[in-house]
């Protein structure tokens, strides 16, 4: 059954959504940006909202509240991640939840720092809420999770982000250091301008939180947000601390690990040729579950493209 999308976010993930939504048979009704929006019962001219907003910078001639008010099945909820109380995002979440419409989340704050609000505004709605997009992109980590039962997981723990990856690896791999290897991220593209959140370890550490809201959810435990997170970030890995660990077998990853009590992030020596010394990019999640013993899952753990493909999974289970 096609069902009507509204998406709120027009960067690189919510584009995505707008892209490719027909060929997973469902409708764009409505897309905003910031501050401007597109309508239409029939569906949206996808294209060309992307390109007025690349020429323009405005999707439309609508408001963003006209397109939280249209008459959509599932709100995509895609703007930037926020801390602390999650704002615009939370809101956006509520709105549709008031109108026992359906809620998909590529962005990560509301349900790492106001899980427990939003639950609540869930369990009084005819909406679902779930977020496969939220943690490694298009890799299936909280679907894996659904799937075995997240009380029968007791741990799960990863490289988390892309960014804070390519720079390990690739000083572990070239010898060179942490600035000259960052300058080339962001030459490439994989690094932002300020590359904080992601060297910082908050980006994993956010994705973490949620893994262990889930976990502790199906325990009746504590609701986690970021500031109950023990994470260090890598920015003052020398080089020479790659060279010892090579020396003996071992590289060093930023590690998230989530349990139903516990989140830390931080640089962990991992054996060179392990599961978790994954290169690049990649991402990966190792699970501990009580009778399926350790399982991975890695992937792409961001991109437009491959993150809508979770927000458009998640489309395909509501739809089910």
């Not at 369990?123 to 939220?134: I, K, M, P, Q, R």
């Not at 660990?245 to 992030?265: F, H, N, S, Y």
Request: net charge negative; hydrophobic share 40%.
């Amino acid at each position: 059954m096609s069902l009507r999308l509204a998406v709120l976010g027009a960067g690189a993930v919510g584009g995505s959504v707008v892209e490719l939504a027909a060929e997973y048979g469902h409708r764009v009704v409505g897309f905003a940006d910031s501050s401007s929006g597109v309508v239409d019962a029939g569906g949206i001219d996808g294209e060309r909202a992307l390109e007025r907003k690349s020429r323009d910078g405005a999707v439309g001639d609508d408001d963003p509240d006209d397109v939280l008010a249209a008459d959509y099945d599932v709100l995509v909820e895609a703007t930037p991640t926020t801390l602390g109380d999650a704002e615009p995002g939370f809101s956006h979440c509520l709105a549709a939840l008031e109108r026992d419409r359906h809620v998909v989340l590529a962005n990560k704050g509301p349900v790492a720092e106001r899980y427990a609000d939003l639950r609540r505004a869930e369990e009084d709605s005819a909406g679902d809420v779930l977020f496969e997009a939220t943690v490694g992109g298009a890799m299936p980590v909280l679907s894996t999770v659904a799937d075995y039962g997240p009380g029968h997981i007791s741990t799960a723990r990863g490289v988390l982000n892309g960014t804070a990856n390519f720079v390990l690896s690739r000083m572990a791999a070239e010898g060179l250091g942490y600035e000259h290897v960052l300058a080339e991220a962001q030459d490439l593209g994989v690094a932002e301008a300020d590359p904080s959140f992601d060297v910082d370890g908050t980006d994993a550490a956010l994705k973490c939180v949620i893994l262990a809201n889930v976990l502790s959810e199906a325990r009746g435990g504590d609701v986690f947000s970021l500031d109950d997170a023990e994470v260090t970030g890598i920015k003052d890995i020398p080089g020479s601390a790659l060279d010892l660990a090579t020396e003996d077998g071992r590289t060093i990853r930023l590690i998230g690990e989530a349990t139903p009590k516990r989140v830390r992030v931080g640089p962990r020596l991992v054996p060179q040729h392990g599961a978790l010394a994954v290169t690049g990019t990649q991402n990966i999640v190792q699970f501990e579950t009580e009778h399926a013993g350790q399982l991975n899952v890695s992937g792409r753990g961001a991109g437009g493209p491959e993150t809508a493909t979770a927000v458009l999974a998640d489309v395909a289970r509501l739809n089910r």
